[in-house]
């Protein structure tokens, strides 16, 4: 994993990708940009005694304050980690699913364990990049435009959290801006 990895936000016109308005690192600063669209941006702090490549259950254990009080907040019912590692066979095609935009009739909740990957929020006439990293906890609201960007040789870990326990289902707009955005790149 990156060591020197941290979290970025930048906020795009959405018909000017070529240069950001806005571009941060800090981490009040990201929350309360994302908490003025109604996304949650959370730094929770990293689990010392996990050990790299733990299972679903420890890395659920790991977590399990920080994820009881999501699910009492939010009625999340599913609770489960998905993992990519690095130079999977698989990679091209597991980032080529996320990368048109779309929406979810339910939040997309998830907290990077290891790794990273960027969520691309499209509101309000704007594109907000959000680079999330170990220790960072995103909630895009469903119904929300956005795509998502693991990179082109990506490896993470991180917990999702789902209101229903079909999970992750996509709902594609058919536009093709993410396209025209910078990508997520090694």
Not at 59 to 76: F, H, M, T
Request: aromatic share 10%; net charge negative.
């Amino acid at each position: 994993m990156t060591a020197t990895a941290t979290s970025t936000l930048r906020v795009y016109a959405d018909t000017a990708p070529e240069r950001p308005i806005l571009e941060t690192g800090d981490g009040d600063r990201i929350a309360a940009e994302l908490a003025s669209i109604g996304v949650r941006f959370e730094r929770w702090p990293v689990a010392s005694t996990l050990a790299p490549g733990a299972d679903q259950d420890a890395v659920i254990a790991a977590y399990r304050p920080q994820i009881d009080r999501l699910v009492e907040e939010n009625g999340y019912q599913t609770v489960d980690v998905v993992r990519l590692e690095r130079g999977a066979a698989n990679a091209a095609e597991a980032r080529a699913k996320f990368l048109d935009e779309h929406r979810h009739s339910d939040d997309e909740v998830r907290f990077f364990v290891e790794g990273r990957g960027a969520f691309y929020l499209h509101l309000n006439e704007r594109v907000y990049q959000v680079v999330c990293v170990r220790g960072d906890l995103i909630s895009v609201p469903a119904g929300t435009k956005h795509w998502f960007d693991m990179g082109p040789d990506p490896e993470f870990t991180a917990i999702r959290l789902f209101l229903t326990p079909d999970g992750w289902v996509g709902l594609f707009t058919g536009e093709t801006i993410a396209s025209t955005f910078p990508k997520l790149e090694n």
